[in-house]
């Protein structure tokens, strides 16, 4: 397949300007292109996936990437798609923001490559320099007003909001264009790519580059991700899920793909993964005969895990994740059990309790909230029903001493198949 048969196949390929002639640009030679992002935050997020790794598929077919820091345009913010104006961010911030984001942008393209290696610029280089004279003169002058109100991302603003829209973000479209017209000026730029929100933004500077360079220059845009039951894609009760572990750990990473909604989940394998079209409709065929296996959900998880990640952590996060399901906690690490605990209830009690001849499990089972009384503590335990560190205990006489600490501080109790809760011993 082509790179635009393959995003057409994963259903990626919302939009073009000009489907057969960018064909023929494409299957003439390597091209460069470019996506850009905004360093709103000091990570990205899943959210930001879909474009950057459509830049990875144009690069492993043999395409120029080049990812675009909107170190200019961040400090004003894209309305496309937002109802409210962006607060501005000070331009230490958005110097930090970019700092932290280059190590993720390292793990998704290859700037290391000896044919086509990736590229990472900054807009703030060529769009600080200029006067707003200068701006006006030679952007300016080749964009009507009546043709930027047209633009839907203008028009939303104009007729969904009161107050309308600034003047700060309605100059964002030309901003866009010029940076489209600087990568076609010195980097033989011909392909911007996107959500499908920057479709006016990336016309915009398709015009700019015919008007000012006399250059044939492509669009495309891909679809903005929605979740089957039309919530928007890489929101949780948590908030947003970002690639920065310490925003949102491995574990929690892996835990979200795990739980995609069966309808998306041979769609999410599509836009997220590099699995293959034959494996990813074998995938299909097992989730449609046997949804409740989960199959096509770990392999997403995993394969986006890694991606992200890397193998190792990604190891761990599917080991935290075994614990919860009752798998044996034999050789596990304090730091992958400490993912757990932050996912289940916790109870503390005194670290003394467990010496000598330690505490009775009927009586933690109590203080932990896992059975109302010690009598049907003790009738949950003779019928099979309660673990102690994922191990069935046989007998209500049982007492727990610092033997049974994991770690020398914790108790994993669990009643039945999914109530769990994690005594801490201090």
Known sequence: MSVLDELEWRGLLADCTDRDGLAARLGAGPIVLYCGFDPSADSLHVGNLVPLLALRRFQLAGHMPIAVAGGATGAIGDPSGKTEERQLLAKETLAANLEKIKAQLRRLLDFDSRTNPAKLLDNADWISPISYLDFLRDVGKHFSVNQMLAKESVRLRMEERGTGISYTEFSYMLLQAYDFYVLCRDHNCELQIGGSDQWGNITAGIDLCRKKLGRTVFGLTLPLITNADGTKFGKTAAGAVWLDSAKTSVYKFYQFWINTDDRDVIRYLKYFTFLGRDEISELEQRHNQNPGAREAHRALARAV??????????????????????????????????????????????????????????????????????????????????????????????????????????????????????????
């Open 305 to 426: 895990t890694e991606l992200i990640h890397g193998a190792g952590a990604t190891a761990d996060a599917v080991r935290a994740s075994q614990i919860l399901f009752g798998g044996p906690l034999d050789g596990i690490t304090e730091a992958v059990f400490n993912e757990v605990v932050g996912e289940v209830p916790t109870k503390h009690v005194p670290r003394a309790r467990f010496d000598g001849q330690g505490t009775q499990l009927v009586e933690l089972l109590v203080e932990a909230g896992l059975c109302p009384s010690k009598s049907q503590a003790r009738k949950d335990i003779d019928g099979g029903g309660i673990y102690v560190n994922n191990v069935r205990q046989a007998g209500w006489q049982r007492a727990l001493t610092t033997n049974d600490l994991l770690f020398g501080k914790y108790l994993l109790l669990r009643k039945g198949k999914k109530d769990y809760v994690v005594v801490v011993a201090q």
